[in-house]
């Protein structure tokens, strides 16, 4: 299946769109770091929570970079050491974002709610599908397509998380703007770069997602061969 041409493909072009993606994010959020703001991005995490009725919620630091996240099972806001620390635009969008999930979840927000019900099996998926996927393979080259099928449908829970992701996202980055909009955190014009920083940030969502579509596609053709 490796030798397959559309397999190839597929592999080559979700490559080279995923590196792109994220060399215009890092190029982005390196540029609007340069931009300063009153206020740090926990300070922004805190006040956009307050301001929405979210008391409940903790901001707290991580370590890397774009490691940031939501996490409703421990109900944290985790913004990197950057974003939590500095004060400029991308740490401002970052975190406005991060809390735009909070409010998701506050708000009971049905894509978000979806996902976090599916987490458990997305992640017995990834950790096993490659070794599934790889002896069913083996397998089908010997006419039994069993096993295949079930790593197929493993990798299906996985593409189908991908594609969930992408309204929580958006949503997400949505409530972020319209906050940070409001906020008087950032000016007119810084508006408009913290919009091009969640726009990028995105985009490898969206990446992640056709790729995974691509990939699943292949395996189902292979399969009818």
């Given at each position: 299946?490796?030798?397959?041409?559309?397999?190839?493909?597929?592999?080559?072009?979700?490559?080279?769109?995923?590196?792109?993606?994220g060399f215009m994010l890092q190029k982005r959020f390196s540029e609007f770091s340069q931009?300063?703001?009153?206020?740090?991005?926990?300070?922004?995490?805190?006040?956009?929570?307050?301001?929405?009725?979210?008391?409940?919620?903790?901001?707290?630091?991580?370590?890397?970079?774009?490691?940031?996240?939501?996490?409703?099972?421990?109900?944290?806001?985790?913004?990197?050491?950057?974003?939590?620390?500095?004060?400029?635009?991308?740490?401002?969008?970052?975190?406005?974002?991060?809390?735009?999930?909070?409010?998701?979840?506050?708000?009971?927000?049905?894509?978000?709610?979806?996902?976090?019900?599916?987490?458990?099996?997305?992640?017995?998926?990834?950790?096993?599908?490659?070794?599934?996927?790889?002896?069913?393979?083996?397998?089908?080259?010997?006419?039994?397509?069993?096993?295949?099928?079930?790593?197929?449908?493993?990798?299906?829970?996985?593409?189908?998380?991908?594609?969930?992701?992408l309204p929580v996202e958006f949503d997400a980055s949505r409530r972020a703007l319209k906050?940070?909009?409001?906020?008087?955190?950032?000016?007119?014009?810084?508006?408009?770069?913290?919009?091009?920083?969640?726009?990028?940030?995105?985009?490898?969502?969206?990446?992640?997602?056709?790729?995974?579509?691509?990939?699943?596609?292949?395996?189902?053709?292979?399969?009818?061969?």
């Amino acid at each position: 299946m490796i030798a397959d041409p559309l397999y190839i493909v597929v592999t080559v072009i979700c490559l080279l769109a995923s590196r792109g993606a994220g060399f215009m994010l890092q190029k982005r959020f390196s540029e609007f770091s340069q931009s300063p703001v009153a206020y740090t991005g926990k300070q922004v995490a805190e006040r956009m929570l307050h301001e929405n009725g979210i008391d409940d919620v903790e901001v707290i630091s991580v370590a890397g970079q774009l490691t940031d996240h939501y996490n409703p099972a421990t109900k944290t806001v985790n913004l990197s050491e950057p974003v939590c620390h500095q004060q400029n635009v991308a740490a401002a969008a970052v975190a406005a974002h991060e809390c735009g999930h909070a409010v998701q979840h506050a708000k009971a927000y049905a894509p978000l709610t979806f996902r976090s019900a599916i987490v458990p099996v997305v992640n017995i998926s990834s950790k096993f599908m490659q070794w599934v996927l790889l002896a069913g393979v083996v397998m089908a080259a010997s006419g039994s397509t069993t096993v295949l099928w079930i790593g197929v449908a493993m990798f299906a829970v996985t593409t189908l998380f991908s594609i969930v992701t992408l309204p929580v996202e958006f949503d997400a980055s949505r409530r972020a703007l319209k906050w940070l909009d409001g906020s008087g955190v950032v000016s007119s014009a810084q508006q408009e770069q913290a919009a091009s920083a969640l726009k990028w940030a995105a985009s490898t969502y969206v990446v992640a997602a056709l790729a995974s579509i691509g990939q699943l596609l292949v395996f189902l053709r292979y399969l009818r061969r």
